[in-house]
């Protein structure tokens, strides 16, 4: 089945960078739009970036846009987020995923933005 496995989250100050990466199985990934995604504190799912099959597409939501670069590595299955200049408002559990929705994604990584 389908599965994702993220990682490269942690606390950084406000400021800082993180890069985040994804694990893919279970799916043709080099035939898959691919999506991050985020969850804040008492919120709902937000989708933040997504990419096309071949890496040369990417979209990103207004509040990230400058600041967070989305990639891919199709021979490795991977999935990536550069993530610069955070901000404590990004501070959520983010997702790698098949869908903008969320609905079929990983376990999720910690990402705390706090001085």
């Known amino acids: 089945q389908v599965r994702f496995v993220e990682s490269g989250g942690g606390h950084v100050q406000p400021g800082g960078s993180l890069r985040l990466s994804c694990a893919a199985s279970g799916l043709s990934f080099d035939l898959s739009w691919m999506y991050w995604v985020r969850q804040a504190p008492g919120k709902g799912l937000e989708w933040i970036a997504n990419i096309d099959q071949s890496g040369r597409y990417t979209y990103y939501v207004d509040s990230v846009k400058g600041r967070f670069t989305i990639s891919r590595d199709n021979a490795k299955n991977t999935l990536t987020l550069q993530m610069n200049s955070l901000k404590s408002e990004d501070t959520a559990v983010y997702f790698c995923?098949?869908?903008?929705?969320?609905?079929?994604r990983g376990q999720g990584t910690q990402v705390t933005v706090s001085s």
């Open positions: 995923a098949k869908d903008p929705a969320g609905s079929i």
